[in-house]
């Protein structure tokens, strides 16, 4: 992994009006055909009830979306047991609110009948980034903070608490259309009559969603709200106390703390002294997954998951690696790349995003000359761009593998293989195959290097094989390694079996 790179692009954003906490939000992305909305778990103590709302996302707008995710602090998911005391959640972790709500804290007596606070929950959570130096002293008490303020009221009340955990057990009975008529029996006073006076203080959604398989709706996360005796609204998720409590956790869960830290051990991006052994946390930031794994077939300048960084390296290092798994990515034979550019300091990052990815995704991706009737752009700027690398991956729900590596591409380099796709062009226009000839790029090469797939058995999807003869074509190409003529002889041998024989050689495996 390109260490260096990611923390200078990290650097780079930070210093130009980025937040480190920026990095820590969801990744949400609306279901295909589906209507995204936000539930709201109403707790109304005016009323002394639960309620059910909801909205509608911007479902046509990216940016809107993602800026409302980070209004409602909707922080990452993190691999492992890392789900709980989320105020603002997937629809699938409702426990997650009951949690924070949830008094753990007990009081044990010593043998001299001293009492003594055994912290428990969310209590503990922040008692602990208390004391590893991450939240400040005063976060705990009510008068300075209003997120203790009114979790403090929540737990003294018996009654509404109750009646949320209860709401929260039950969620999809009050949510979902097609468990309308469930809803309608349990309530039914002549069927549950221990739980009829829990039923009639919770109010449904109004109009139900349709979340089935099928459904035409999706819920994008939940929050809670509260309505106050006086009818205000207090939305607890937006609070600043709480997005210092969610970020700093995240922190910890990196080794960001008091206790790991080290004074006179010297950070290797910055040269600063005092350093922590950062771990990576399995959060929604694939490229890191990637490279922390020293399993795999290549190392970076760091081996093994801890390494010794100060703490504006690693907000950098998160934050770059954050904005290339998010903006910098391409498909190159038909498999995810990140594009990790090594530039100066004179280099213009939104440059980067705007003017040479895209020329890029264009000369990888054949399929969009037919679709745009564009051809071609002619070259990358190499103003204060060094090179470029590309790292290929693929993910699966429990781990991810890396399954290509193109390094440090020279933009001349590219370049000159630009130059050479449009004189081939030129070449075949003055011929009698000029009515046949489409523009000349990387993803001409799909069609002439036959590759085997395998259909995935649940989904029936084509799927490629891990070997891959086109991507080690392209690696050659791009990093200047000469290509042996029999190698190319024998793809072509294969390609004219394939369209004489229907398969390449005596092996009938299916080819596409």
């Known amino acids: 992994m390109e260490w ?44 002394e009830k639960i309620c059910f709302d909801c909205f509608q996302l911007e479902l046509n707008d ?27 959640t997937k629809y699938t972790k409702a426990e997650s609110i009951k949690a924070f709500f949830e008094n753990k804290t007990k009081i044990k007596k010593s043998k001299n009948q001293i009492e003594k606070r055994e912290f428990g929950g969310t209590e503990k959570e922040y008692e602990d980034l208390i004391k590893e130096g991450l939240l400040d002293e005063n976060f705990r008490f009510e008068d300075n903070n209003p997120l203790i303020k009114w979790r403090n009221k929540l737990l003294s009340d018996k009654g509404i608490i109750n009646k949320l955990n209860f709401s929260i057990d039950n969620i999809k009975l009050f949510v979902e259309k097609s468990k309308q008529k469930e809803y309608e029996k349990k309530s039914n006073p002549n069927n549950h009559k221990d739980y009829i006076q829990l039923f ?108 010794f960084v100060s703490r504006n390296a690693y907000e950098c290092l998160k934050f770059g690696a954050f904005y290339i798994n998010k903006v910098f990515v391409t498909r190159i034979a038909q498999r995810q790349h990140y594009i990790i550019p090594d530039f100066n300091k004179n280099f213009d990052l939104s440059n980067f995003s705007n003017n040479i990815k895209p020329k890029v995704d264009l000369a990888f991706q054949s399929y969009q000359y037919k679709k745009t009737k564009r051809v071609l752009e002619e070259r990358i700027s190499k103003d204060g761009l060094n090179s470029l690398t590309f790292i290929g991956y693929e993910k699966t729900y429990k781990e991810i593998d890396l ?28 011929t009698r195959y000029a009515n046949h000839i489409q523009p000349f790029s990387f993803g001409s090469i799909y069609f002439i290097i ?11 999807e084509k799927k490629p094989l891990k070997k891959c003869y086109t991507l080690e074509l392209f690696k050659c190409l791009l990093e200047d390694i000469p290509v042996d003529v029999n190698v190319m002889m024998s793809h072509y041998k294969k390609l004219i079996n394939i369209y004489r024989f229907g398969h390449p050689d005596k092996d009938k495996k299916q080819y596409g």
């Not at 399954?403 to 630009?418: E, F």
């Open 4 to 47: 260096l790179q990611t923390y200078k692009i990290g650097k780079h954003l930070l210093e130009n009006g980025f937040e480190p906490v920026d990095a820590y939000f969801e990744n949400y992305k609306p279901e295909k055909n589906k209507t995204p909305f936000v539930v709201e778990i109403i707790i109304d103590f005016k009323k």
């Open 62 to 88: 990216k940016d809107v979306i993602q800026k409302k995710i980070k209004e409602d602090n909707f922080f990452t998911q993190v691999g492992g047991n890392f789900k709980n005391y989320y105020l603002t």
């Open 200 to 307: 009639s203080e919770t109010e449904p959604l109004e109009t139900r969603l349709n979340l089935s398989e099928n459904g035409t709706d999706e819920v994008a996360y939940i929050v809670p709200v509260i309505i106050d005796k006086e009818g205000n609204r207090i939305e607890l998720n937006k609070l600043k106390e709480y997005r210092n409590f969610c970020y700093h956790r995240l922190l910890a869960l990196a080794d960001i703390k008091k206790c790991s830290f080290f004074k006179d051990r010297v950070c290797y991006f910055t040269g600063e002294k005092g350093v922590y052994p950062v771990k990576m946390p399995r959060d929604n930031i694939n490229i890191l997954k990637v490279s922390t794994d020293t399993q795999k077939n290549y190392y970076s300048y760091y081996k093994g998951e801890r390494f």
């Open 403 to 430: 399954v290509n590596r193109i390094k440090t591409v020279s933009p001349d380099r590219y370049n000159l293989i630009i130059d050479e796709f449009l004189k081939a062009k030129e070449y075949y226009l003055k």
């Open 450 to 460: 036959p590759e085997g797939y395998k259909r995935d058995p649940k989904t029936k």
